[in-house]
């Protein structure tokens, strides 16, 4: 079965740029949730959609950080403008809430530089 | 939210028991404990979780005290690819709300 899938895995991108990073979740799941990495913060939840619907985004750094999910099957997050500081490694996470398990499958994560 | 508490590194020689431990006093009722590990630049991996009793799996066992205030995650021969950071963590629900609060986790290496 193919898991979380992430693109691209690596990005280069200037100060000022649009970047945007996309998530394929694994079928049938129906929460998805976008997670930035960094060695200061460690790993900090950004948004969580659920059935498409985002229903968390405290944890969104601020309006240049922009996140949709317009079908199950594909979700994005914009950065626009980019900044040094939004150099990470962004992963995307999907699960089923059809149980009690929150269990979260990650992708493999899109390693982001902004020089 | 219940929070979780572990220590930053621990070390293991090959072949033997690793035992990662993880305090969370403040677990309610409904919550369930996780663990994950995340090896070097890769996505954070599900191990295993648990809500009372103890649980195992093909990668590890997990043993919550009565009390659920703790738990152990035991890995029963380590290898060196097991070296990696350890989370454990309690999932936090606000109604249809699923968070996991990922905390620093545990570095573990495994020594040959």
């Known amino acids: 079965d193919a898991g979380v899938i992430q693109s691209p895995r690596h990005e280069v991108t200037e100060m000022g740029q649009e970047v945007t990073l996309r998530c394929k979740p694994i079928s049938g799941h129906n929460s998805l949730f976008w997670y930035r990495q960094t060695m200061m913060r460690g790993l900090e939840l950004l948004i969580y959609?659920?059935?498409?619907?985002?229903?968390?985004d405290s944890g969104m750094p601020e309006d240049r950080f922009s996140a949709k999910m317009p079908n199950a099957s594909f979700s994005t997050l914009k950065i626009q403008p980019s900044e040094p500081r939004d150099s990470a490694v962004y992963f995307c996470?999907?699960?089923?809430?059809?149980?009690?398990?929150?269990?979260?499958?990650f992708g493999p994560g899109t390693r982001l530089t902004v020089l | 939210d219940a929070k979780t508490t572990q220590p930053p590194s621990m070390d293991c020689a090959e072949g033997r028991a690793a035992n990662l431990p993880c305090n969370h006093s403040?677990?309610?009722?409904?919550?369930?404990v996780y663990w994950y590990r995340q090896i070097h630049s890769q996505g954070p991996q599900y191990i295993i979780h648990g809500l009372k009793n103890n649980e195992t799996n093909e990668m590890a066992s997990l043993i919550i005290t009565e009390d659920r205030k703790s738990s152990t995650l035991i890995l029963p021969h380590a290898t060196l690819r097991d070296t990696a950071v350890y989370y454990c963590i309690v999932s936090a629900r606000f109604g249809n709300n699923r968070k996991l609060i990922w905390g620093l986790g545990t570095s573990l290496a495994v020594n040959p």
């Open positions: 959609f659920n059935n498409n619907v985002p229903i968390d």
């Open positions: 403040t677990i309610s009722g409904n919550e369930y």
């Open positions: 996470a999907s699960s089923s809430d059809r149980g009690q398990s929150d269990t979260q499958y």
